[in-house]
């Protein structure tokens, strides 16, 4: 019994349901009695771990988790993402699920195949699991005010739907009691300064509609005016302006709470790519791209018949809102987006009472696959063994066939 007692104290330590095995049958029967009387999840703290108790010893949970799931917890297609790598290094006690995505729907499973949207998929998991589950997603930052915004046509949305405010930083709301849920996209958060925001505004401009540039006449000449009176002469100055800009957002905090050498090989990842990256946009100059915006648009400004204008210049302002975007994808917001999300699954937590606060262990990323690809290369670098990979034939095909991957997720414990 003392042995047990020692079993448990680790359990509840580490989170290691397998630790479970190892307990005399006399204590697995005593714990499935305790379990069995009340509803435990409802009580404050410790709720996830046993949740995962309950789900390594097959006991029903005590309570309904308030949402719609599929039946069936095996799949043969998912629709949503276009790529799918799985990860696991034992050096690092991690199991890494790297989800890719083309932020649209369309070209998805027929629905005649044992197929399943990408969120009920991760749901099905997560309610199921014994292990207790880090997801972690390309969406706008979150504040304490539940400040967010919908991308638009994206499984993104519907994952955020899914699990949303409630499941970060542990909240009691969440529905998925073994869930923590992390929104990474720093480059959208409401703290970020003015040059972030303007350069983020200009990620997505490059394919956008006359009637959008219309109703977004000022906005745009607001973003492109800051721009304009940053204090930066080429786009190395402008880079060194948003790493600074971006570290004391977010990223800094991350570092300092990463271990020291995982942290070294993230930087010098970062600052390889980011070489390799500015080297590809030397022919396109920030400021000159800018002044010409300006220009057009007060051409426009001034017009009778602003969106006859707009429509007449389209081709002109998607050229360069094209080289804007690029400028800004390869070589500035897209990098520090990556940076944030690789050092939250390498970083440690405050410690909160009677929850979960160790490093995250068993992972799910979730975003656009340029984004995607990024993270395998690092995790790669490092030595992560990459032990599935499985991609759709083509950039619009959004039908995975998963029909080989081993499931539930994580089968595997890790030490």
């Known amino acids: 019994m003392d042995n047990d007692f020692k079993i448990i104290s680790k ?23 305790m379990l069995l009387k009340g509803e435990e999840e409802e009580k404050e703290g410790f709720a996830g771990l ?23 917890t095996s799949f043969d297609y998912i629709r949503g993402p ?12 991690k199991y890494i699920y790297v989800f890719g995505e083309n932020h649209m729907i369309y070209n998805e499973c027929l629905k005649n195949k044992n197929s399943t949207t990408v969120e009920d998929f991760l749901a099905t998991n997560i309610d199921k699991s014994d292990k207790f589950i880090d997801l972690l997603i390309e969406m706008q930052y979150i504040n304490k005010k539940g400040w967010k915004i919908r991308r638009g046509s994206s499984h993104i949305d519907d994952i955020n739907d899914k699990f949303g405010i409630g499941c970060t930083g542990l909240k009691k709301e969440c529905k998925y009691l073994n869930l923590r849920y992390h929104y990474v996209d720093v480059r959208s958060s409401p703290a970020a300064s003015e040059l972030i925001k303007s350069v983020d505004n200009f990620h997505n401009l490059a394919r956008t509609t006359p009637s959008r540039i219309e109703s977004e006449l000022y906005v745009i000449i607001d973003h492109l005016e800051i721009l304009l009176k940053a204090p930066f002469k080429n ?24 271990d020291p050498d995982v942290k070294k090989l993230l930087i010098e990842y970062h600052n390889k790519i980011h070489m390799k990256m500015m080297k590809e946009i030397e022919s396109f100059d920030v400021r000159t791209i800018v002044v010409q915006l300006l220009e057009i648009f007060t051409h426009i400004d001034r017009s009778d018949d602003q969106l006859e204008t ?9 050229e360069l809102f094209d080289k804007l975007g690029i400028v800004f994808t390869k070589s500035l917001s897209f990098l520090y987006m990556d940076m944030y999300m690789l050092s939250r699954i390498f970083r440690g937590f405050t410690p909160v009472k009677n929850m979960n606060s160790l490093p995250p262990k ?17 995790l790669t670098e490092i030595g992560f063994e990459k032990i599935y990979d499985k991609r759709t034939s083509n950039y619009t095909d959004n039908c995975l066939d998963i029909k080989d991957l081993p499931q539930p997720l994580f089968p595997e414990y890790m030490a």
Do not use: W
């Not at 276009?82 to 006690?93: A, E, I």
């Not at 068993?362 to 690092?378: L, P």
């Open 362 to 378: 068993y992972i799910v990323m979730y975003s656009g696959n340029a984004h995607s690809d990024n993270y395998r290369k690092f």
């Open 11 to 33: 359990l509840c330590a580490t989170y290691n349901t397998s630790l479970l095995d190892k307990l005399s049958p006399e204590t697995i029967k005593i714990l499935k009695s």
């Open 50 to 72: 046993i949740h995962i108790i309950k789900n390594h010893l097959e006991l029903p949970l005590g309570r309904p988790v308030k949402r719609e799931l599929p039946i069936q």
């Open 310 to 318: 707009i429509t007449e210049s389209h081709t002109r302002l998607s």
């Open 235 to 258: 786009n190395k100055e402008l880079a060194d302006l948003l790493e600074k800009d971006f570290y004391s957002l977010k990223i800094e905090k991350q570092l300092k709470k990463m």
């Open 82 to 93: 276009m790529t799918l790598t799985v990860h696991r290094s034992k050096k690092y006690g």
